[in-house]
């Protein structure tokens, strides 16, 4: 155990903490309309179902709460998600040991530097697979962390093929994940939201 650890210290010197929609042999669904959410959505009807579902919990009406940990969060986005009959399952991972009922936090409570965060919405206008949730997800997310975790507009860099932000080219992705990596310090924080289709490769090594 104490040699994973070190391993993985070595390969990941950042403490990161990921929560993805579903198991790997599922997809995330889309939902139609928000408002079943009680969103505070400005921008419009539909959104991820692990978005949606998260911001629900976390977000409902503009009321924020904190009194979460990492394990009831995910306890109730599988109830909700189970009850309106999605079968997706969201996952929690983590690049360091976690105690799941630690208080759910965006934002480390000895984060004494910059907030910065990458939201990425993918819809595939015109394309097979269209997708129609995507964007109102990155909308919805940054109100939320600029709203209740203090992340600044200037600080945001966000992508989407609505022909108004950054175009999602895997250029684009790229360099943005690397400028977040070139432009982060010791004691920031730094957030990164994806919405869109996702892919699979085989997991040769069993290290996933």
């Not at 995330?28 to 959505?41: G, H, R």
Request: glycine fraction near 10%; hydrophobic fraction near 35%.
């Amino acid at each position: 155990m104490a040699d994973t650890l070190r391993q993985s210290m070595s390969l990941i010197p950042a403490e990161v903490r990921m929560i993805s929609g579903c198991e790997d042999a599922q997809t995330s669904a889309d939902v139609s309309n928000v408002t079943s959410f009680q969103l505070p959505d400005p921008a419009g009807k539909s959104g991820g179902a692990c978005t949606s579902t998260l911001l629900k919990i976390l977000y409902a009406d503009g009321n924020a709460r904190k009194d979460l940990s990492f394990q009831d969060l995910l306890m109730e986005m599988r109830t909700i998600l189970s009850s309106r009959k999605f079968t997706q399952i969201p996952q929690l991972s983590s690049s360091r040991p976690l105690d799941v009922k630690s208080q759910f936090e965006i934002v480390p409570e000895d984060c004494t530097g910059t907030r910065r965060a990458v939201l990425i919405g993918i819809n595939y206008v015109g394309m097979q697979g269209e997708l129609s949730g995507c964007h109102n997800d990155v909308h919805n997310i940054k109100g939320y962390i600029m709203d209740v975790w203090g992340f600044k507009e200037e600080n945001i860099t966000v992508l989407m093929d609505d022909g108004k932000h950054i175009s999602p080219t895997r250029a684009n992705i790229l360099g943005a994940y690397k400028q977040l990596v070139r432009d982060s310090q010791p004691g920031d924080a730094a957030f990164c939201h994806y919405s869109g289709h996702g892919g699979k490769l085989p997991d040769q090594n069993g290290d996933e």
